[in-house]
T-cell receptor, first 111, second 113 residues
């Protein structure tokens, strides 16, 4: 069946360092991939989305490229800031109607 | 445009009570989702409606959880009877159509004593 696997648990980094949060998926349908960010006591909101193979998408300094050959959509940023501390979800939407979320990755940025 | 609204923001219930959570999706959106969020399980899909038709009823949540769309701009989630393990944040989200981003409401934090 369809599934999403992402870096689980807590990722702790010092401000200014690069970060990559992994996301891989499984589906037999044509995929739409999303990254959502949820700050403390707030609702999740869209960070990035893509359905185009091998095209980099960027927003607020974050970027990701959908690679259908490896079923991946990893989230990256070259220099994390304190305000990037949040919970990040990778999500898969397919030609079927289900939307599947990964378990989420907590990113904690230290001063 | 107004975003997704949810009421109440906080709810405290005694075990065995019936509670009803409310959601108003973004105007014009066709898809509506109910999720439960806990630290251990993450986001769990409870129900999914497309153009007011129930497409997904969350499997394991069927017995005590019932979501309805009374019209295209209003949905409810009833939990009956509540149990302490239902304590969580309940999120409502809507999207224009499949493949588009979901817009989430602020959530209802439910505590069952």
């Amino acid at each position: 069946g369809d599934s999403v696997t992402q870096t689980e648990g807590l990722v702790t980094l010092t401000k200014g360092l690069p970060v990559m949060l992994n996301c891989t998926y499984q589906t037999t349908y044509s995929p739409f991939l999303f990254w959502y960010v949820q700050h403390l006591n707030e609702a999740p909101k869209l960070l990035l989305k893509s359905s185009t193979d091998n095209k980099r998408t960027e927003h607020q300094g974050f970027y990701a490229t959908l690679h259908k050959s490896s079923s991946s959509f990893h989230l990256q940023k070259s220099s994390v800031q304190l305000s990037d501390s949040a919970l990040y979800f990778c999500a898969l939407n397919t030609n079927a109607y289900k939307v599947i979320f990964g378990k989420g990755t907590h990113l904690h940025v230290l001063p | 445009d107004a975003g997704v609204t949810q009421t109440p923001r906080h709810e405290v219930a005694e075990k065995g009570q019936t509670i009803i959570l409310k959601c108003e999706p973004v105007s014009g959106h066709n898809d509506l989702f109910w999720y439960r969020q806990t630290k251990i399980q993450g986001l769990e899909l409870l129900s999914y409606f497309r153009s007011k038709s129930l497409m997904e009823d969350g499997g394991a949540f069927k017995d005590r959880f019932k979501a309805e769309m009374l019209n295209s701009s209003f949905s409810t989630l009833k939990i009956q009877p509540t149990e302490p393990k239902d304590s969580a944040v309940y999120l409502c989200a809507s999207s224009l159509y499949r493949g588009e981003e979901q817009y989430f409401g602020p959530g209802t934090r439910l505590t069952v004593l």
